[in-house]
């Protein structure tokens, strides 16, 4: 397993295509030139785990067809803007092995829309208090129905 920590917009930059395991550590990438964190390009990643209070001027979060993801992990006040976002967006889409999803308090607190789509193993969703307070509009579709693959 290849880990990779994140602590400035630096490292965020550098980060190998081959990383398996991606911590940000708390209070990291809070540049007002990190706009967006798009992790779709790591295909290898098994685990994401964003700490507190971390990237607050990023507008779009997306990770997108990553087919070994197991887990994304994200504390509290982080996303979190101090200003209502037009076209803020939140999304995980089309991640075969996700199986839990963690948000702390706070966290997308100003978002205006949320998707997790064709998640199938997604088992377990955690989101704290105020977290995507401000969203319009919200897409589940493909999730883990209950019915162990059927």
């Known amino acids: 397993?290849?880990?990779?920590?994140?602590?400035?917009?630096?490292?965020?930059?550098?980060?190998?295509?081959?990383?398996?395991?991606l911590t940000v550590t708390d209070s990291s990438c809070n540049e007002d030139t990190i706009t967006v964190v798009d992790l779709s390009s790591f295909k290898f990643l098994r685990s994401v785990v964003i700490g507190n209070s971390c990237f607050q001027y990023v507008?779009?979060?997306?990770?997108?067809g990553l087919n070994w993801l197991e887990s994304v992990s994200i504390g509290y006040r982080s996303f979190d803007s101090s200003t209502l976002v037009d076209g803020s967006q939140f999304k995980i889409v089309n991640c075969p092995q996700?199986?839990?999803?963690?948000?702390?308090?706070?966290?997308?607190r100003r978002y205006n829309g949320f998707e997790l789509s064709e998640l199938p193993q997604l088992i377990s969703v955690v989101m704290g208090n105020y977290g995507f307070y401000n969203a319009r509009n919200a897409v589940f579709r493909g999730m883990?129905?209950?019915?162990d693959g059927l």
């Open 59 to 64: 507008q779009l979060f997306s990770i997108v």
């Open 98 to 108: 996700l199986k839990s999803l963690s948000i702390g308090y706070w966290s997308f």
């Open 1 to 21: 397993m290849t880990r990779y920590t994140v602590n400035n917009r630096n490292t965020l930059l550098s980060i190998p295509w081959y990383v398996t395991a």
């Open 144 to 147: 883990n129905d209950g019915r």
